[in-house]
């Protein structure tokens, strides 16, 4: 992974915002899932920005002070807009994307107002004490792909989850090689402690959704 700072092993993605400006995220020429802008991390980006969270005309705006913690957040393209609209964010993974993050949490600093936005190391299944109490939100955006990781993100979301937490989970629906038994998995393991809804199409952005990319609202089951 290069060096923070050093910008020559990126390339650009720019995605514009309901009032006009633009978020600049950095992605990787070369490296793993993480170093790319996933389509359904533009998804959920863009979702955060929606009516029925923000809408400055009529004052309402339930980011603005709000504890969000994002998992695998790769180029941390969803826990920036967030932290634009006035949350307080720490966008997770593994030690080799910090790099990332940091330029890209660097480059987007002058449009994070009222919120903030730190970079932290968080292995699926490990402590997460640095993130309690617990988040208002925990976002994730094309997390269920590794066979392996499915059981240690569960517990994780099951560990960062309060009563009051609501998790956005938003992920592309593959139906190529394993894809489709890892997310069997992963639903089979989340019903055990939590229930969901789909968010449809109609209250997603009408630009930038699809009927393969699913957006879900996870909340902990009321007995846990």
Known sequence: MAAYGDHNNYFVREIEKHDGSVLKVNQCH?????????????????????????EPSLGV??????????????????????????????VTDLEDLQSLLNIN??????????????AKVLKWGEDVSDFLPFPDYVLLADCIYYEQSIAPLTETLKLLAGPETCIICCYEQRTEGINPKVERQFFELLQQSFHWE?????????EFSSPDIHILHIQKNESL
């Open 198 to 206: 789909e968010i449809p199409l109609s209250k997603q952005d009408q």
């Open 105 to 118: 949490i660097q480059d987007n600093h002058t449009l994070i107002h009222n919120g903030s936005i730190t």
């Open 30 to 54: 070369m490296g793993d899932v993480g170093c790319v802008v996933w389509d359904a991390a533009i998804v959920l980006a863009k979702y955060l920005e929606t009516k029925l969270f923000h």
């Open 61 to 90: 705006n339930l980011w603005a002070g709000r504890r969000v913690v994002e998992l695998g957040a790769g180029t941390g393209v969803v826990g920036l807009m967030a932290a634009t609209l006035g949350a307080h964010v720490s």
